[in-house]
């Protein structure tokens, strides 16, 4: 499992322009397996702790309104970066990932990502 973390990192960090930082967490408790950031002030390790808080908070809006649908991917668009949010197939990791805006294309980024990850869903 370890190598198939390393080398989604690695390839995020040389394929996908604009990269800031990427991380790689459980659901159940947002811990992050693998992390990563150009940037040592970024820690995408806390980040992914906050995102578990935002899922949990969007699968209760989902239930709520008796919604048969479930969370593929949030997005979130800042002044100079996008955030991503990548739920793995069976719901139990997620993967967050931070572009520069300027330097990144959101169609071009989630096309790289979902390339990138296939042997990590395929593990998980």
């Known amino acids: 499992m370890q190598k198939i973390l390393d080398q989604l990192v690695e390839n995020v960090k040389e394929g996908i322009p604009g990269y ?34 935002i899922l949990n908070s969007k ?8 919604l048969k649908e479930e969370i593929k991917d ?15 197939p069976s719901g139990e990791y997620f993967i967050y990932l931070a572009v520069d805006s300027k330097k990144a294309n959101l169609a071009l980024t989630r096309t790289l990502l979902n390339r990138y990850k296939k042997d990590l869903d395929n593990e998980l």
């Open 20 to 53: 800031i930082a990427i991380s790689i967490a459980e659901m159940a408790s947002g811990e992050s397996l693998i992390s990563d950031s150009n940037n040592p002030n970024f820690d995408p390790a806390l980040a992914s702790a906050y995102n578990v808080e």
């Open 59 to 66: 699968r209760k809006a989902i239930e709520a309104l008796e």
């Open 74 to 88: 949030v997005y979130f668009n800042l002044k100079n970066q996008i955030h991503i949010i990548n739920l793995s």
